[in-house]
């Protein structure tokens, strides 16, 4: 688009620079009207483009790849942070030492599943690591509202 709107500017500061040198008579006039077409002929030329089947770009060949690159990197950041969060949320609520990972949406940056390996439980009453697994995945499910797993 910039360049287009240059190539515009540029053809119309050319005209008028020609319409000011250009001799009064016959010449003149002739000097002006094909300046006239040369202007017309920059200011259609995208339509050119588009009969041959060629779709006109206003933002760069590159920014579509750019967002997604960037929402990309944004999502690798905060996964990255929400594992330290579930690993110390998960060793507060519940004494456990974890691996977490997450995965995030490139699109809207919405959290869409958490896995959680159990390293260990730690010290349980008698029979209370049993439902340790579902107690887990329950708790992050209601917390975060995604898919959870939970690997013992």
Request: proline share 3%; charged share 20%.
């Amino acid at each position: 688009m910039k360049a287009y709107v240059l190539s515009v500017a540029g053809a119309v500061l050319l005209s008028a620079v020609l319409a000011i040198i250009a001799p009064s008579g016959r010449t003149g006039k002739f000097i002006k009207g094909i300046s006239k077409v040369f202007v017309l002929s920059v200011l259609v030329s995208p339509f050119f483009g588009l009969l041959k089947g060629n779709t006109p770009s206003f933002s760069g060949k590159n920014a579509f790849e750019s967002d997604v690159s960037y929402f990309t990197a944004c999502a690798d950041l905060l996964e990255e942070e929400d594992s330290k969060e579930i690993q110390a949320l998960l060793q507060e609520q519940f004494e456990l030492e974890t691996e977490v990972t997450t995965k995030r949406s490139s699109v809207d940056l919405s959290l869409k599943k958490i896995t959680v390996k159990l390293v260990s439980f730690g010290i349980n009453e008698q029979g209370g690591h049993i439902d340790i697994v579902s107690d887990v995945q329950a708790y992050l499910e209601k917390r975060y509202g995604c898919e959870t797993e939970v690997l013992p």
